[in-house]
């Protein structure tokens, strides 16, 4: 059996004394390296230290590849103790050698509150450009390739998206390779909702690291030919007759609890052109209909309800937009959530006319249900730059809300008909030939609360949401490759 080097923080020594135990116990393992700060003691009788400014950095990953000297090299990435399977060295390095792969990864236990829980991850593909994409915490990488792709980061030293850069690196040469096989357990110390994870891409706090992401994964457009320039199609805001200027669009079934307070924060805007809500009922079945019917005194309202019982949000969309009385922009409200002024729909349209674009993105203050402010407050997207917006755009998650677009183009593309990411392969399909345009100031309140379509997912719902976005990606990604 070929060798391993491993690689492991060094932190706290008691919990780095049971992994390295660990370690030893399998044949597998050669040389022990221990990433430490740089001042420390207690390190474990035959091992290495190795002073690193961060775990991530590009400096830690080229001392990583200078020191490796075995056939593959094992980076684990947290500091609490790891227990690896029975074998599961041995069986990573086997489907390593007979798959060719860069990197192997696998499923594992996470082991939360004491209790073992299976945690299964995804399959790598082409567009999983997300700096965020959940490997685990055991990589094991063929060093060869490793080395390699370390002598190419020659174009950014980074303190954060060193480990993300050499990812991208290898991958353009090699597969990385999911082991749908539970190999190892490890302690999950965030226990949070996944309501709560999926925001902390853009909390402010993270700028700094979202910096360095988006430069890494430019720089791996750029290698894989699938980089767009700042170059733009015009859209002929002029286009069709529309007897209303825009219609705010609100997919909505079963909430009781906020539809109500989402068409008063409609019926509400003041404009200088005529506007209506189309409302895409979709069977509402707990007082949800009746509640959108009390507002039929207004003829603005449209209460939509659609013949066809298959539709998804996005499906709801499309019977929105196609409906004869849409406006010439459609203009996005979630069931849950409320324009936070009376000049929201006023601002989206300007837009359009000042920034030339066939869609338009503002910016949202999260809260609880009572309206109040809650972590990490404002999100405005900041990432999204007219210059590099729409590369950045295949790495992030989401594009920020609301969301607004030119009918007579949402209509030749259409929604995919799912209640999940929709909005996201939208945006990413209007970016490759159009402007988005931005709106940086708080427009849009997005309410958090238990009923939630993304409140509280277990593992299986969140690998199912990333796989799907992680393939619109792909397909987004070969678009452009393909342009040329």
Known sequence: MKRIDAFIPFTDPEQVKITVEELRGSGSIGKIFLLTPERCDRIPEGCIAIPVDTLRSSSTVKQIAERSEADFTLIYLKQTPLKPGYFAFERMVRIAEECGAGMVYADHYAIINGERCPHPVIDYQEGSLRDDFNFGSLLLYDSAALKRAAQRMERGEYRHAGLYDLRLKVSQQHQLVHINEYLYSEVEEDTRD?????????????????LEMEQACTQHLKDVGAYLEPVFEEVDLEEGHFDVKASVIIPVRNRIRTIRDAIISVLRQKTD????????????????TEAIASFSNDPRLIHLIPDRDDLGIGGCWNAGVHHAACGRFAVQLDSDDLYSGEDTLQRIVDAFYEQKCAMVVGSYRMTDFNLETIPPGVIDHREWTPGNGRNNALRINGLGAPRAFFTPLLREIKAPNTSYGEDYALGLNISRRYRIGRIYDELYLCRRWE??????????KVNAHNLYKDRIRTWELQARKNRR
């Open 451 to 460: 009923e939630n379509s993304d409140a509280s997912l277990d593992i299986t």
């Open 273 to 288: 052109f005529p506007f209506n809500l189309i409302v895409i009922d979709n069977h509402s079945t707990d007082g949800t």
């Open 194 to 210: 996944s309501g709560r994870k999926i925001f902390d891409y853009v909390d402010p706090r993270n700028r700094e690291v979202q």
